[in-house]
């Protein structure tokens, strides 16, 4: 039997632990991945969230942050909905985590980056960092810049910069159709079309500038029957994930055989549903490449990735770069607090597993960096996507200082 | 134009029918039991995910052939031990049943088949371009899927108007404890109609899946228009649903293809509209742009100015 005092006396130091635990060197830094784990979007939040999950266990492998703290990465469905996203931040917030990755729609970004500047104002106790790896709309680190929000991906105007590179060199060009989902980053990506294609080459045409529903349109071949109505000799297109598959593959049914220009026509299904119809044919602007692979160590973890995951492909490299400057973030501030890791973030430099050197500037959180430009094709490709023998082959680099485009962001501190 | 023109009306009639084999399952259920079964396009998914599993093992045509009347079965299953026990606790609990229903069978798709999408295609034997106009070709398959929706239209109205079956069925609607009287187990045609209806929404997801990609998201893009259609085209009639589907089908495909704003309209009248005005943004939407609520837009016409549908005879 336990007299009194004994129990007191346990009791207190039971209490004492469970109160000391959060506090402890093991406990992990926690990470919430607010993107799409159900719906039409589905698909390319999992993979978002697999390779975050595994970079998350490569930083562990090698020791963790802060002496021995583990990352962890947990997944928050939002559906792709910023209404949504925005219960998911609450919980995060209530979860007391302090870093929240996004990528998945600028629509989504837009109310994030707002709710997140205002949390941080009004609850400087409960603040959250907010690291976007791939919603890509300007205005990000423009108009709408803020403090918490870091980019970890090229935005539009860089990347159609690029793409508009290539279709300005192709002297044959005289007709361009863009379509693109409608919303901030659709409507952006048309936007920085017409202006490029403008400056650049002002005699190719645009024969239709078009924007469809997002995630709701069930059967593309009435858009492509306007496409090829259109009389247009290449297309560009911002879409992703359900709309870009619906679109390739109304295009392979109705053989509409014109060059893409694209954003996201990769992985997740597409590149097997675009197949033999467009190799050399379909291009794609993004950051690392697998084919060649560029480095050993990059090589090497694709390959353990796809040993890991044999139906899934590594599609968005830019997870690696912005996990591991987070990491390395933290260890420079010597803490998790958001706004030292913020301040940590500005200015860092990285070298990705692919050999680049990346830089986040300091005056608006746009990362520097190189952009690609890939073509769809089954030559000389060592990794494929969708097990389906066709993948990514890089064709041009354009460097980080001739990809970088300026900023109007003025930025409040703190 | 008329490039464009015969190839939104063939798309339209593709995804018309495709339609209507997915509504008429519904409009049956709904005129006979006035059950809404919010899971009649979870049946339509059930349907593209189990010909995929079969195509992998024995390819597309057994498939095509065993996974309807596998969800008809499952259907009819969920009829007799479930809506069955439900349907004496009133309509409301109906639609919570099948509510829920779609919930189950979302996530069931989600836990066997994964989140990704499934490589579900058509046959080798159908994929290749049926003919070529103007340089766009039009895939056999489609036409494939038009024969299959045609064919299941025509036997559906031969059973309902001229067999026993369909005479027993068609009483039931209106009359069913008269048909009871008359010594016909109703129940039993209440599963079978149950059955019968989904494994219709089973075959649609069969010939859909590889054409529209088969993912869990397929039930919820399919989900809502079905009901559009069967209250437009009036409910428990089966040519409505047809008429219905088409219509609906054709507009949204041929609004896609029109450019035209409200913009363009007043300056058909000499209104000029400028940039600065505060409604700028509402005259320059395009109909493309608004195609996917046009068929919203006619559900809300229907019910104000012809409340029992196209070819109803009751109110809904």
């Not at chain 1, 998350?56 to 469905?77: M, S």
């Amino acid at each position: 039997m336990l007299d009194r005092r004994r129990f007191t006396g346990l009791a207190a130091a039971v209490a004492a632990s469970l109160v000391a635990l959060p506090g402890f060197a093991a406990d992990p830094v926690r990470i919430a991945f607010i993107d799409p784990l159900s719906g039409p979007f589905a698909a390319v939040g999992t993979s978002g969230l697999r390779q975050f999950q595994f970079v998350a266990d490569e930083i562990n492998k090698a020791g963790g942050v802060l002496g021995g703290r583990k990352l962890e990465v947990i997944g928050y469905d939002n559906k792709v909905s910023p209404a949504e996203s925005l219960i998911q931040l609450k919980r995060v917030i209530g979860d007391n985590i302090q870093f929240v990755v996004q990528g998945n729609s600028s629509g989504v970004a837009n109310a994030l980056i707002d709710a997140v500047a205002k949390n941080n104002e009004r609850e400087p106790d409960h603040r959250v960092l907010y690291l976007n790896y791939s919603a890509v709309d300007p205005s990000l680190t423009n108009e709408k810049c803020s403090y918490w929000h870091f980019r970890f991906d090229a935005n539009a105007d860089m990347k159609m910069n690029a793409l508009t590179d290539v279709i300005a060199a192709n002297n044959n060009m005289k007709a361009i159709y863009i379509i693109g989902q409608d919303y901030s980053f659709g409507k952006a990506v048309a936007e920085a079309a017409v202006r490029d294609l403008g400056s650049k080459r002002p005699d190719i045409k645009i024969v239709g500038n078009e924007l469809h529903p997002i995630g709701k349109v069930k059967d593309f071949s009435p858009y492509i029957a306007k496409i090829k109505a259109s009389g247009a000799q290449a297309v560009i297109t911002g879409n992703w994930g359900a709309d870009m598959l619906g679109l390739a593959k109304a295009a392979e049914d109705a053989g509409l055989e014109i060059p893409f220009y694209t954003y996201y026509a990769a992985g997740n299904g597409i590149t097997k549903a675009i197949g033999a119809g467009g190799v050399g044919k379909v291009r794609l602007v993004g950051e690392g490449a697998a084919n060649p692979p560029m480095t050993a160590a990059w090589a090497d973890l694709n390959k353990r990735y796809k040993a890991k995951w044999p139906d899934e492909d590594w599609t968005q490299p830019r997870t690696a770069n912005t996990l591991h400057m987070l990491a390395n973030a933290i260890n420079k501030a010597g803490s998790t607090d958001p706004a030292k890791v913020a301040a940590a973030l500005e200015g860092m430099t990285y070298k990705t597993y692919w050999g680049d050197t990346v830089t986040m500037r300091a005056s608006d959180h746009q990362l520097q960096m190189p952009v690609r430009i890939f073509v769809h094709t089954n030559k000389n490709i060592e990794f494929d996507l969708d097990n389906s023998g066709y993948g990514l082959l890089t064709e041009s680099t354009v460097t980080a200082e001739k990809a970088s485009t300026p900023t109007t962001c003025k930025m409040q501190r703190f | 134009m008329l490039e464009l023109t015969v190839f939104s009306l063939l798309n339209g009639l593709v995804y018309g029918l495709l339609l209507f084999m997915l509504s008429s399952g519904l409009t049956l259920i709904f005129s006979m039991m006035g059950v809404l079964n919010f899971a009649h396009a979870s049946f339509y998914m059930l349907g593209a995910y189990l010909a995929y599993s079969i195509s992998t093992k024995v390819g597309f045509w057994p498939g095509l052939v065993l996974a309807p009347p596998l969800v008809g079965v499952l259907g009819a299953l969920v009829e007799r031990y479930g809506l069955r026990h439900v349907h004496r606790y009133g309509h409301v609990a109906e639609l919570i049943f099948t509510f829920g229903l779609a919930f189950l069978i979302q996530e069931s798709v989600v836990l066997v088949w994964g989140k990704q999408m499934v490589d579900y295609h058509e046959p080798a034997l159908l994929a290749f371009p049926l003919f070529s106009l103007w340089g766009t070709e039009f895939p056999a398959y489609k036409a494939f899927m038009l024969a299959v929706s045609i064919g299941i239209f025509i036997a559906l109205f031969v059973v309902l108007t001229r067999s026993r079956v369909g005479l027993i069925i068609q009483a039931a609607i209106t009359h069913p404890s008269q048909v009871a009287m008359l010594g016909h187990n109703v129940p039993l045609v209440f599963t079978a109609v149950f059955g019968v209806g989904t494994a219709l929404a089973g075959l649609a997801g069969v010939i859909a899946g590889p054409v529209l990609s088969t993912f869990p998201g397929m039930a919820a893009v399919l989900g809502s228009i079905v009901f559009v259609v069967i209250v437009v085209g009036g409910l428990g009639s089966l040519a409505g649903a047809f008429i219905a589907s088409l219509l609906i089908g054709l507009l949204q495909t041929f609004a896609v293809a029109v450019n035209y704003s409200m913009k363009d309209l007043l300056a058909a009248f000499g209104v000029a509209t400028s940039r600065a005005s505060m409604l700028s943004d509402l005259y320059s939407v395009t109909v493309a742009q608004i195609a996917p609520i046009l068929p919203y837009l006619l559900l809300v016409l229907i019910l104000i100015f012809r409340p029992t549908g196209l070819l109803g005879k009751r109110e809904v």
